[in-house]
C-alpha cells in the first residue's frame, strides 16, 4: 500500500468511520442487546486510528511489523470480550470484514481512473485485511476456549460435594464419568472431610455414574484404600444391576470392600457399623399431627 | 543419635512420630519397637503419624513389617492419624499396608486396640472354657 492511498484513507476517516457504522448497524448480525451503539462507535473509531496510522507506516505492507501490534491488541480485546459476550464467530468476524469492504470502495474511488493501481492496492488492502481477520477468529476461539475451560473446572468442583449425613457418616454422591483428574478431586476433598468431621465412615454412592469400566474401578479401589489408610471405613453403594454385571465380566474384585444397592442400605450398614440404633418413635396423638414433627 | 521414644501404656505400646522420618531412623524404630514389645508383652502397638508430611516406600514397608513382626509376636499395630496426602502418596505406591489397622486419631485407636484385647481375652476364655 503506498502512502498517497494512505493519505487518501486518512482524509476519508470519518466517512469510512460513517460508512462502517452504517454498514454494521444495518447488517442483521450486530446484536444490540449485547452491545451499544455509542460503545461500539468508539470502539470501531479507536480502531481505526490505530489502523490509518499503521498504513502511513514505512512497513504498511506487513500485517506482522511492529506498526500492527497495536492494532493486534485492540482486535485481540475486541475478539475475546466478544466471546466472553457471546457473540457468535460469525458476528465477529464480520466487524473486520464490513470495514474491508467500505476501504475497497473508498480505493475504488480515489483511483477510478487508473485500474493498475488500483488492482495493486485492492490487493494488498486485502492482504493486511484478511490477516486482521485471521487474528479476530483466532483470538475468538482462544476467548471461547478459556470460556469452556473455566467450565470444566466449574463442573468438576460443583459435582463432587461431601455430605455430612450423620455424626460420624459422610456421604459422596458421585455424578458423572470418573477420570483420573476427577478422582484425585473426589478422593482429596473426601480426605480432607474425613480429616475435618472425624468421619469414620465415608459411602460413595456411584448410582449417577453412567459406566464402570476397570479404570473407574481401579480409582474406587484407590479412594477407599486411602481412606482405609486414614482409619475410616468405606462403603459403595449406588451399584446398578448393570455395573454389578459390568464389574463381573471386567474380573474386577471389590471382595474387599463392602458394597451396597442403595444408599439407604449403606446407611443401615453404618448405622450398625457404629452400634447407632435409629427406631420410630412412639406415636402419642394423631398421625400426622404436626407436634410429631416438633413444630 | 536420635530416637523415638517408645511409651509404655498398661498393656499397649505408644509411639508417636514428630518428625520426619528417614531411613536410618526407620530402622532404630523398628528394632527398639519389636525388643520393647518382646520385653513388656505388649498386646497392642499404637503409632501416631499425624506430624509426618512426607512418606515414601521404605517409610511404608517400615510401617508394614512392624505390623507384621508385632503380629507374630501376639501384638495387634494400629496407626492412626495419617494425612491425606500421605494416604494417597501410599495408595499411588501401591502399599495398602495390609495387617495394618487404622483410626483417624489416638483416641478411636485406643478404643480399636482395647476392643481387639477384649476379643482376645473372650476368645481364650472361651479356650480355658472348652479344656474345662
New interface residues.
Partial sequence: MNKESAAALKGKKKQILDTWMSNQTKDAALRDDLMSVAELQQQSEEFLNSLLKAFASSQAENPDSAGYEPIHDILSEISISRARQGFSPRETSAYILSLKEVLSQMLEERYKEDTTVLYREIISMNKIMDSLSLVTTETYIKGREEVILRQTSEMSEISTPVIRVWEGILALPIIGTLDSARTQVV??AL??E??AT???IAILDISGVPTVDSLVAQHLI?TV????????ECIISGIRAEIAQTIVHLGIDLTNIYTKATLASALKMSFSMLNIQVSKAAQNGQIGSKQNFGF | MERIPILKMGPFLLVTIQVDLYDRLALTLENDLINMVSKTEAKGVLIDISAVSIVDSFMGRILGNIASMSKIMDAATV??????A???T???LGL??AGVH????VE??MELLRNKIGQIDTDEEGLYDSFI
Fill in positions: 478422593m482429596e480426605l480432607e474425613i480429616v472425624g468421619s469414620r484407590k484404600s486411602a481412606a482405609r489408610l486414614m482409619g475410616a | 496407626v492412626v492419624g495419617m494425612q491425606p500421605v494416604a494417597i501410599l495408595v499411588e495398602t499396608l487404622t483410626a483417624l486419631d478411636q485407636g
